[in-house]
């Protein structure tokens, strides 16, 4: 670029020195919390306690800590107490403040930078307590030193008044209460279910330490849950087993673990009959969602163990192939966590470990440990791999199904399923494309729909429960082969998001019980076969209307019984007039016109967006509700039925 173009782009954009902005303080945070806690959503809020959590965790990594409190108050508030030494609270060098102030006023600051306050450590990278100040309408600490009890109180990030003395104690540990800044946050509602299941993985993760959950937000007696195993990540195996009521291959959990200069590993693993595996990894306590060089390691070593020792035992012949890490993962459960110092994430929320060291840890340890097992464990090994062999025929006939599939589209006239009615914009950024139940609302889907942007894809028969089911089972499926066609973008190891061939995929059911089932059979073959989908946000589902109500010429279309009341009062406030009052039974009971109107417009239409806030919890969910065993379903039901609120249907 010459010198009289930059010159030039200068004076367009109106860009120069005075356009660079220097946040002060914790005013960066403010100004973009997404870049701390990952969104403003319930993702972010439920963060800001989990932030709180581990740092008390870090006391229990320490040794100095055994006992964690959450409470639940009304109006949105959080109080985390433990009973660790407590925040310093004498005066920091470098800023002439009190230690405690300091860690919640200036980000990067703690005991976890350097000196020996903590060997391994989980927090945001030092930044957590500063960060949850920061987002927070107002935050209120104490610290107990074991002679006196400290207290600080900070509103948006500032302190209001200096560190206090306000009493005397023998006890020693940290207070932290806080109100989330509805300011920041899309809403400040506290999740029971979301901070239950995270503090139960932290329970799990450092065996002995007791950890309570007290909701006391309700009227009458709190909602107190006390979470604490001796067994560490062998119970949390077995919690995970019990919870899905699966049978087992092997009654006891495989475990084992090692140390070495880097830091420590650890493995809990057991097999199942399901056709689903589950691997959690954790590095200092975090759940690494994302993965890492930790749970690299591992999946490597497994699948070279397998493969090793079929070929020393017979199992697999000379010319047979290798069998894949799919294949030697099915219905695998399995815990991976990694202790370690300076540990190195991607992200600032801590989604991967990229510690090199790691993979050459836990990929050492599990060859070495897995194969003294299988040595020793004859029978184990031999049912595992049975289940592996298993897993791989069912692949190779998945290949097959493929390819005839492929062989089919080619020969056939035209690729698309016959069923689909395309529209014509081509464009996969503002095109969709509606799945319909049953041939009838198909049909009035089509007739009603702009054609110019939407298309319609009918469903005809019982969808495929797949969470019971293997990927040679999908591709022979009549119903489902079509709906892959037409989204185009594959399913499998053939998947890929740039081929999408709509940029909306709705799923359009009855509003009633079957029509919930037919949603969640498509969602849970979209979350296991299709998943990019989900996390792209490219899933919805229509809301289509339970009432129409008509008096004269003037229609109002109710969406739940709420909505028929204040409709009714509406168009008859008298008592005295004749309302028309259509219960619909289903889509096909609407006409095109009715369709367009209360469902299909998107001027007028409601649709929900699917989205994963936690894919390990969603994993377990669609497992239990779409599994074998009526157990552990009927249990969800009876221990979530009193979260639901303001039932309509």
């Known amino acids: 670029m010459s010198e009289n173009t930059q010159t030039q782009d200068r004076e367009i954009t109106g860009y120069d020195a005075s356009d660079i902005q220097v946040l002060e303080g914790l005013e960066a945070v403010r ?226 673990s090692t140390a070495n200069i880097h830091g420590g590993g650890e493995v809990a693993m057991q097999y199942n009959d399901s056709y689903n595996n589950v691997i959690y990894s954790f590095a200092n306590n ?127 006239s035209g690729s698309l399923p016959g069923t689909l009615s395309d529209c014509i914009n081509k464009d996969n950024v503002d095109t969709e494309i509606y799945i319909v139940e049953g041939i009838s609302a198909g049909g009035s889907a089509k007739s009603g729909r702009d054609r110019t942007f939407q298309a319609i894809l009918p469903l005809r028969g019982k969808v495929l429960n797949v969470e019971k089911s293997r990927l040679d089972k999908v591709y022979s499926n009549e119903l489902l082969m079509p709906m892959i066609t037409a989204l185009g973008c594959g399913i499998g190891d053939d998947f890929d998001l740039e081929n999408l061939r709509y940029g909306k995929i709705i799923l359009m059911a009855d509003a009633d019980v079957d029509g919930s089932h037919i949603r969640t059979l498509l969602l849970t073959f979209l979350f296991r076969f299709m998943r990019p989908l989900v996390d792209a946000g490219h899933v919805f589902i229509a809301q289509p209307p339970l009432y129409r109500i008509g008096k004269g010429k003037t229609i109002r279309y109710a969406y739940n019984e709420r909505e028929r009341e204040k409709y009714t009062a509406e168009l008859n406030p008298e008592g005295t007039a004749r309302l028309d009052v259509q219960r619909y039974k289903g889509l096909g009971e609407m006409d095109a016109e009715q369709l367009w109107d209360t469902t299909m417009n998107p001027e007028n239409r409601v649709i929900l967006q699917v989205t994963l806030s936690d894919a390990a919890e969603a994993d377990e969910i669609f497992t239990i509700l779409m599994g074998e065993k009526v157990q552990p379903r009927r249990e969800f039901i009876e221990t979530n039925a009193r979260y639901v609120k303001n039932l309509d249907i």
């Open 286 to 412: 975090i759940h690494t969602g994302d993965g890492g060089t930790h749970e690299i390691g591992f999946k490597n070593a497994l699948t070279r163990v397998m493969n090793d020792y079929a070929r020393k035992n017979g199992i697999l012949k000379e010319k047979d192939p290798n069998l894949s890490g799919d294949d030697v993962r099915e219905g695998l459960t399995a815990i991976v966590s990694v202790k370690l110092q300076d540990a190195q994430f991607e992200g600032q929320t801590k989604g991967k470990l990229g510690n090199t060291e790691m993979r050459a840890l836990v990929e050492g340890m599990t060859y070495d440990k897995l194969t003294t097992y299988f040595e020793e464990n004859p029978s184990v090994a031999k049912a595992i791999l049975e289940k592996a062999q298993g897993a791989f025929r069912a692949r190779e006939a998945a290949k097959k199904a493929r390819e005839l599939t492929r062989r089919k589209s080619v020969l056939e």
């Open 31 to 256: 100004k973009r919390p997404g870049m701390y806690i990952g969104s403003t959503g319930e993702r972010g809020l439920h963060h800001l306690v989990y932030e709180i959590v581990d740092n008390s965790i870090d006391e229990a990594l320490a040794g100095r800590c055994d006992r964690i409190e959450v409470k639940l108050l009304p109006g949105d508030i959080v109080v985390v107490s433990d009973n660790g030494s407590g925040i310093p609270v004498g005066i920091q060098q470098q800023t002439g403040l009190p230690a405690v102030t300091v860690v919640f006023t200036v980000l990067h600051a703690g005991g976890k930078f350097g000196g020996g306050g903590y060997n391994y450590s989980g927090g945001l990278h030092g930044v957590g307590a500063s960060v949850v100040n920061a987002l927070s309408e107002w935050l209120e600490v104490e610290v107990c030193d074991g002679k006196h009890r400290y207290y600080q109180r900070f509103e948006r990030g500032t302190q209001v008044a200096d560190l206090a003395v306000i009493g005397e104690t023998d006890k020693k540990g940290t207070k932290v209460a806080f109100k989330p800044d509805p300011e920041i946050f899309e809403g400040t509602e506290f999740n029971h279910s979301t901070l239950l299941e995270r503090l139960r993985e932290q329970a799990f993760l450092n065996a002995g330490v007791n950890i309570i959950i007290a909701d006391e937000r309700e009227t009458g007696e709190p909602l107190v849950t006390q979470l604490m195993y001796e067994g560490g990540i062998v119970s949390y195996v077995d919690h995970l087993h019990k919870r899905r009521d699966a049978n087992v291959l092997h009654s006891k959990v495989i475990h084992f």
